[in-house]
């Protein structure tokens, strides 16, 4: 049996996931981007600046914000990566990557409860990246007089827009665009390696989310999109649900070839546990040693890493390949 444990994280995966399910995102049908953008110039941001954000609101900067408090991993991760990291002056307690983002002031945790308002107005912030799924706090915090922009990344695509909304906000979008080239340049090459990979040949995939309930991800989130652009098959592709519940007899039923799941599963996903799991010893996976433990945190964060993860899973489905 081969499992790779690649990482051991402690974040909450299933606190990410529960976000996604109260936002109600991850419904675009569309197929992610595969082919690099052709290369424009992005025009520099000027202040004040309005964007329209993903709850839909016309959020005005007066100028670029200087004191940013991030309320969640993916939104610090962001702001790192295009270069805003020393714009950062508050984080959540999950906030762990980049390295140098647990340097800044915690705020708590990333649930509308687990925030402290007190905190985050103590800091001054001109700019409060939230999520979309922080509705409780978020008109706290416009009370307080403070600026709020809300991201829901779901897919390949909002992850861009986002990076590059982000870049806009914080007064680094050239950064930002070449970022979100460089993601759709590697997208595009792990695509058009497996293009020719004939359907009724690529490795069905189980991806478990969470092992109680037992959790996987519809084919119109980020890691369903993975699993198609890598060249895999989701077994659970005909689901509707982005992060729908699923039987331990319907997975046996649908024997996939390879399994992954992220590295929050802690001791719940080991050759030992899976083989105990009734049925399971059957499935082809678990037979040919094809069992891959990914980074919990890069893997369900819907952020820059998005692209590594992808990397990674092409290599394991196709090791001769890439």
Same mark, same amino acid.
């Given at each position: 049996?081969?499992?790779?444990?690649?990482?051991?994280?402690?974040?909450?995966?299933?606190?990410?996931?529960?976000?996604?399910?109260?936002?109600?995102?991850?419904?675009?049908? *569309?197929?992610?981007?595969?082919?690099?953008?052709?290369?424009?110039?992005?025009?520099?941001?000027?202040?004040?600046?309005?964007?329209?954000?993903?709850?839909?609101?016309?959020?005005?900067?007066?100028?670029?914000?200087?004191?940013?408090?991030?309320?969640?991993?993916?939104?610090?991760?962001?702001?790192?990566?295009?270069?805003?990291?020393?714009?950062?002056?508050?984080?959540?307690?999950?906030?762990?990557?980049?390295?140098?983002?647990?340097?800044?002031?915690?705020?708590?945790?990333?649930?509308?409860?687990?925030?402290?308002?007190?905190?985050?107005?103590?800091?001054?912030?001109?700019?409060?990246?939230?999520?979309?799924?922080?509705?409780?706090?978020?008109?706290?915090?416009?009370?307080?007089?403070?600026?709020?922009?809300?991201?829901?990344?779901?897919?390949?695509?909002?992850?861009?827009?986002?990076?590059?909304?982000?870049?806009?906000?914080?007064?680094?979008?050239?950064?930002?665009?070449?970022?979100?080239?460089?993601?759709?340049?590697?997208?595009?090459?792990?695509?058009?390696?497996?293009?020719?990979?004939?359907?009724? *040949?690529?490795?069905?995939?189980?991806?478990?989310?969470?092992?109680?309930?037992?959790? *996987?991800?519809?084919?119109?989130?980020?890691?369903?999109?993975?699993?198609?652009?890598?060249?895999?098959?989701?077994?659970?592709?005909?689901?509707?649900?982005?992060?729908?519940?699923?039987?331990?007899?319907?997975?046996?039923?649908?024997?996939?070839?390879?399994?992954?799941?992220?590295?929050?599963?802690?001791?719940?996903? *080991?050759?030992?546990?899976?083989?105990?799991?009734?049925?399971?010893?059957?499935?082809?996976?678990?037979?040919?040693?094809?069992?891959?433990?990914?980074?919990?945190?890069?893997?369900?964060?819907?952020?820059?890493?998005?692209?590594?993860?992808?990397?990674?899973?092409?290599?394991?489905?196709?090791?001769?390949?890439?």
């Amino acid at each position: 049996m081969k499992i790779i444990n690649r990482f051991n994280t402690i974040f909450s995966l299933t606190a990410i996931i529960l976000l996604a399910l109260l936002s109600g995102g991850c419904t675009q049908t *569309t197929a992610p981007s595969s082919s690099p953008p052709e290369t424009t110039p992005a025009p520099a941001a000027a202040f004040p600046l309005t964007l329209t954000d993903d709850l839909d609101r016309e959020v005005t900067l007066p100028a670029r914000p200087e004191r940013i408090v991030s309320l969640l991993p993916s939104n610090t991760e962001i702001l790192f990566t295009v270069g805003a990291g020393d714009q950062v002056v508050g984080v959540t307690s999950y906030c762990n990557y980049p390295p140098e983002a647990t340097s800044r002031e915690p705020v708590g945790g990333i649930t509308n409860k687990s925030l402290s308002v007190e905190t985050i107005v103590a800091l001054e912030p001109d700019l409060v990246l939230a999520s979309d799924s922080q509705d409780e706090i978020i008109p706290v915090l416009e009370q307080a007089s403070l600026t709020v922009l809300a991201l829901n990344p779901a897919t390949f695509d909002d992850i861009y827009a986002n990076i590059e909304m982000v870049g806009q906000a914080t007064g680094h979008l050239d950064q930002a665009t070449a970022l979100t080239a460089e993601m759709r340049r590697r997208v595009a090459t792990v695509s058009a390696k497996v293009d020719t990979i004939p359907a009724d *040949t690529r490795p069905s995939v189980f991806y478990e989310v969470w092992h109680d309930p037992l959790m *996987t991800a519809g084919p119109n989130t980020f890691i369903g999109q993975m699993i198609n652009i890598a060249g895999g098959k989701n077994i659970f592709a005909d689901v509707n649900e982005d992060w729908p519940q699923v039987s331990a007899e319907t997975i046996v039923e649908r024997n996939p070839t390879i399994i992954f799941g992220p590295a929050n599963h802690s001791d719940e996903l *080991t050759i030992e546990q899976i083989t105990t799991r009734p049925g399971w010893a059957d499935i082809a996976a678990v037979q040919n040693e094809q069992i891959y433990i990914l980074d919990g945190d890069a893997v369900s964060r819907p952020g820059p890493r998005v692209v590594d993860v992808l990397e990674e899973i092409a290599r394991d489905l196709y090791p001769d390949l890439f």
